[in-house]
């Protein structure tokens, strides 16, 4: 069933023929489009919209397809409006690189490691990076590099500096929190941006520390988790995918924290799945989802 | 936000083009597609699509358009396989016309009934039909037709024509069975086959009769309901909606119907939604269902 | 299976043997315990407790119940700690008397009115209260007083003292705000606190006004609603029942409106459903929920 | 928070006193019970329990418990009725042995190895049993014994009694069938009957092979697991737990399996650990869950 195929993840101002022409374009090239996805938040005015086709008898090549997508945008997209085309393409036989940080549990990482080693996620793990050694025998145990960077108020701006260099070095195409328990600065979100994060809460309830605390004190029946994009507003970034679960009040706060950790395992993991998927189109501070 | 539109449901065999082709139509009659979902079963080898355009500026008359799209399927679309091109249209601004069977239980009746009266459910309620004179009032309540044919194993045939006649005269689009509790015959089903049913039960888990108790001696920690459209096979047709609710050993076969009917208002009315609002694509058992 | 039962709910602080001597008064006086649920909060040194017997062959009256349960409180419960015993009888062949109060919206008024008629909800409606003329019509649909009392915030004073004197008038054991979207004073509260409100949002998410649209504008995925108790300090009483449902980009703020509204019914109900059986325990600003 | 505390599972024809007869017990003892959950089935006319008390300040010995509560059983439970007292004593300091069975399929196995290395499954890992080589490297992984025992029709017999051998010699308390893939013969059973199962569908829907594929092909929107204790009757078993997920139509039989992961490993562990907190009461083909 595997087929490789391109994926165009695009955004702009709502026009008439915006579908016709962008399948025009891939039908024109030969390609078979087998999902496309076309939604128009009419609110907003913003068309936004993700096409898959096959890459078999896609007679246009790889490195030329932004390109001339890029040209047909100029052509045709572009309005007066004062939102541009926003596009981003995929090939599903590109494995990305990505880099895993965290600080002492080790739930989000051991998750992420077995659905990587058995290719659930299509990805390649290029380093661990940590503000504590603790994990360090897991990175062994599967054989990737880590990096121990531990933070102090003092330290913060030269370690992000070393961190940033060390995604570059390893040509990391997008960083996972995987309960790193550590703020980024602007400075690095604006220098990478390709960050997503679980977040141990129903955002937005809870925000800030200790969510499972706060949640046993309210006396909520449900507790939940957030994958969500990093942006310089703590808490406060586009939402990719949440779960929840029931609780009672047979369940302490390390209950709380227990159930905790199986929402923040599969919450996170279907977040980086869809943003691998190139499935996730963020727009204002939302995001459109097609899963 | 409510802007009148046409929808269009179409599948056939996949085929290069088919995407540029449908909005190409769509673009030259100066439609301007809102949402639009195309996927391929690459097993099957089909293709299945819902396209949805504002009516506002589409200078094809609506009569014409399904003649229209007629030609352009004959033109693009049969190909050699034995699948043929099937479509279906749907404008927003039209109110389809449904009857509501039920036999004594009104919890879904009265669901139903409430979210028409709320323009909840876009629809008109032309009759009511049950075999059992018990919910009459209710019919009375909201000021409609009921018609009491009560079914026996020796006039089942008769009431069935008359059912039939019924439907025919008030110009009926879709049965809703909500409740009925009796089996159509084949006949029926050849004569009037838009009849969606609301199953008490995860289908396929059981099957036939009283569900509740078999759920409830099996020792499920689930239970569900089903909606689907009615198959001369009973119990086996086309699967629309699934929902679920979790119970436990305190409840009783009774706690179970009581949950279960929560179960079955929401299963049978998310169904009927999606039907009227033409998401729901039948091909061979299965159903594609456009959300 | 329906059998006539007392149920005891008790919290007093924690001390070996109570279980014990609960159970002993009970068996002494004949009682046969069909269901019993004792919890021990370590952290708060607090012992919970639901307990259900049934009546038949219980030979203590029921007038002298209280009383004598009292007196054993008095011989082994009261402890130096600050925590008093408190405890709730109720019983299952008592059906309680209940105040509705709306505002314009329907959908939570008619469900609660089906449930109640069908006896899914074994309580009495003694009236109906509202700010606003609308749901006259339906108060008349099932024959129950209906008062319009407009609030405004000169009048809201006098206008409680009338609301307060018509539940005396009535009896009412409980008041329903089925979207009442009114604060209610404090004054109010201490004079009667049993009053449950259905609140829009999965607290404490989306505190304050239009939470469809503050889930809306912040996209998240999931949507939920809260019945909890009201007390002075608006949306934040004790919880009693939490349910979500998912939403996505599709999902206008008119959508998480319409998803929003079942979401309400059902917990709604659950959680009037649960205070109704005595299920339902506060302490503190949390609840233990017997389920 | 963790205090060490007995906990005793009993199930018996119900009579007045029962609740009362236990407490007292366990009182005179000097135990706190700290938490405990009575319930009677009407139907069936029997008493079903789970009390927890902490050992500290108890002063029977360990080893006397049984057999003083035996006497207990016999002084006051066994009555005419056919059904006799069952009882099970657990302590929360004790750590039951475990046998995990794998075939090829390793999910199951590293959740639960994690889980248990984490410490949120108090149990030891007293051997791995497979039919295949495949999941050897995982074991040695983490340092247990790893036993490869193929299976085939001839020689199964021999190979069940080398199982029994090697639980026997390990002290294994239960077997945790992690994806084993293979059905255990009656004898086996009847020799050894503590054995959990993760079914890969939502029993009793898709009984049998190939579940994934069966829901496929049926269309079903939501997909299951569940886990239960394995009986002769293959797939029959009292079910300990079951949870879902949603499918859609862009789910492939691929991608229901990868969802499908998902459930088997989050249901396996819960049952595995409703069951060592022995909080799992089997009675007729049904279970008692005290949650």
Chains 1, 2, 3, 4 share one sequence.
Not at 32 to 46: K, R, Y
Request: aromatic letters at 8%; proline letters at 4%.
């Amino acid at each position: 069933m595997a087929v490789d195929t391109a994926t165009l993840l695009v955004s702009c101002p709502d026009q008439q023929g915006l579908v016709a022409k962008i399948a025009n374009f891939i039908y024109a090239n030969g390609g078979n489009i087998i999902h496309a996805d076309h939604h128009t938040d009419l609110e907003a005015g913003l068309f936004l919209s993700r096409i898959e086709w096959q890459l078999q008898g896609f007679n246009l090549p790889r490195h030329l397809i932004n390109e001339a997508f890029g040209e047909l945008a100029q052509r045709h997209f572009v309005t007066a409006s004062p939102l541009q085309a926003k596009w981003k393409l995929h090939f599903s036989d590109t494995v990305p690189k990505v880099a895993i940080w965290v600080s002492k549990q080790d739930h989000c990482l051991y998750d992420l490691l077995w659905r990587i080693k058995s290719k659930e996620l299509k990805a390649e793990v290029g380093l661990i990076i940590s503000n504590h050694p603790d994990l360090d025998p897991i990175a062994q145990q599967f054989n990737i590099e880590y990096h121990h960077l531990p933070i102090t108020k003092e330290n913060k701006k030269e370690q992000e500096l070393k961190q940033l260099e060390l995604l570059k070095n390893a040509e990391i195409d997008l960083v996972i929190l995987a309960k790193y328990m550590q703020v980024l600065s602007s400075d690095f979100i604006k220098e990478f941006p390709a960050v997503i994060n679980i977040h141990h809460s129903f955002l937005p309830a809870f925000i800030g520390a200790k969510p499972y605390h706060q949640a046993y004190s309210r006396g909520v029946k449900i507790i939940g988790a957030t994958a969500h994009y990093v942006t310089q507003d703590l808490d406060a970034g586009p939402i990719i995918e949440q779960d929840v679960v029931r609780i009672s009040h047979r369940d302490t706060v390390q209950d709380l924290i227990r159930k905790g950790k199986d929402l923040e395992k599969i919450v996170l993991a279907r977040g980086v799945r869809l943003h691998l998927q190139n499935r996730v189109l963020v727009y204002g501070n939302r995001t459109v989802v097609f899963g």
